[in-house]
């Protein structure tokens, strides 16, 4: 972010982008003064985040990390040394694939296969495709980068059949679990029992500290835990993201069902403005792409013209896609969309194409 951009999301005032924004002293104010920290990740607020989400889940164990790119590869690894692959299938927009630096490669010695089509979901034909062997399968819910769409209930419960009855693992990629379980209407439990070991994330939707937890069987978790140590993430103290996810965790799980609700409701204004469009629609998840028709230059411009006229912060611009006047952006519905009813948003995004 640039001194121009970074300058004007401080002068502003509010946000209708997730959880909007949250500034220093209020991420400070979710931890509970009287927390009891941790040393050395072991015991204080840290186990007791743990033992909270691994029961939220439906694991018997979990472990705090500091990142999910530490978290994800690694756990990928334990799975893949107790077999004799080291291949991982995941969908072509993988998280491990696109942004961590080849690091599941270049640290763990693992394999990462895409499967299926870019731009749509993976199936259970597209796995019927992979004849080696599989270490794990990697799902991701929702799919972000289509998104946030989900594949229905009973496709999730096949495919993650397909590894099992290869001797394949199941991981899933929940950065945004909480967000998927609403879509589902089922409990994060309920979505976890299909997986081994499930990753979630804190700070996204959540709103928290950075950090994250992977919860699976107690031998895969200490094994991970041990490689929190090796990779450098076993950090003398590690109870401010834990303390501050356990105090912004149950208020945000509470609230799913009325983001997702109001991510339909915008969807729905939006009807009539077609300049804009909602993928998917209607949202499947509190999340949803917005598809702007205009020039990347103009929504910059119409973006700065908004944040400094209104003090609202929106995104400072917007992603290309294959059409020069055809623009992306990502909208997570938080608390901050939440306090926007959907006919302002609606205003709003329209003027972003003016």
């Known amino acids: 972010m640039d001194d121009d951009i970074s300058a004007r999301r401080a002068a502003c005032t509010d946000s209708l982008l997730g959880n909007g924004l949250v500034r220093p002293a209020e991420l400070l104010a979710s931890i509970d003064p009287d927390v009891l920290p941790d040393l050395y990740g072991e015991g204080g607020v840290v ?18 990390l500091p990142s999910g790119t530490m978290a994800q590869a690694a756990t990928l690894r334990v799975h893949a040394d107790q077999r004799t692959g080291r291949t991982i299938v ?5 998280h491990l694939d696109r942004h961590e630096g080849q690091g599941y490669a270049r640290l763990h010695q693992l394999v990462g296969r895409p499967v299926g089509e870019l731009e749509r979901l993976l199936g ?4 019927a495709g992979v004849a080696e ?4 399968l990697l799902l991701e819910l929702p799919q972000r980068d289509l998104g946030g769409a989900l594949p229905p209930w009973d496709d999730l419960v096949a495919q993650t059949g397909w590894a099992r009855d290869r001797g394949a693992a199941v991981h899933l990629d929940g950065a945004r679990l909480w967000e998927a ?10 979505v976890a029992a299909l997986f081994d070991t499930v990753y979630v994330s804190f700070y996204k939707g959540v709103g928290a500290l950075p950090g994250c937890c992977v919860a699976g069987p107690a031998a895969e978790v200490a094994q991970l835990r041990e490689w929190r140590g090796r990779l450098g993430g076993t950090l003398f103290a590690l109870w401010p993201g834990a303390a501050s996810a356990l105090a912004l965790l ?6 799913m069902p009325a983001r997702l609700a109001h991510a339909r409701a915008i969807a729905a204004a939006l009807a009539g403005v077609p300049e804009v469009r909602v993928v998917p629609d209607p949202p499947q998840t509190p999340m949803m792409h917005l598809l702007f028709a205009t020039t990347a230059e103009r929504f910059r411009a119409n973006a700065k013209r908004i944040s400094e006229e209104t003090g609202l912060w929106v ?3 917007a992603f290309a896609t294959g059409d020069p006047e055809v623009v992306r952006c990502e909208l997570s519905v938080g608390r901050a969309t939440l306090r926007q009813a959907p006919e302002t948003v609606r205003e709003i995004l329209a003027g972003l194409c003016a």
């Open 133 to 136: 062997p599989v270490a794990a």
């Open 181 to 190: 379980a609403a879509g589902y209407e089922r409990s994060p439990a309920e």
């Open 90 to 94: 995941w969908h072509p927009y993988s």
């Open 124 to 127: 259970l034909d597209d796995l």
């Open 250 to 255: 149950g208020p945000a799980l509470a609230e």
């Open 47 to 64: 186990a007791e985040l743990e033992e909270h989400v691994a029961a939220l889940l439906g694991k018997p164990a979990a472990v705090f």
């Open 315 to 317: 995104w400072p611009y």
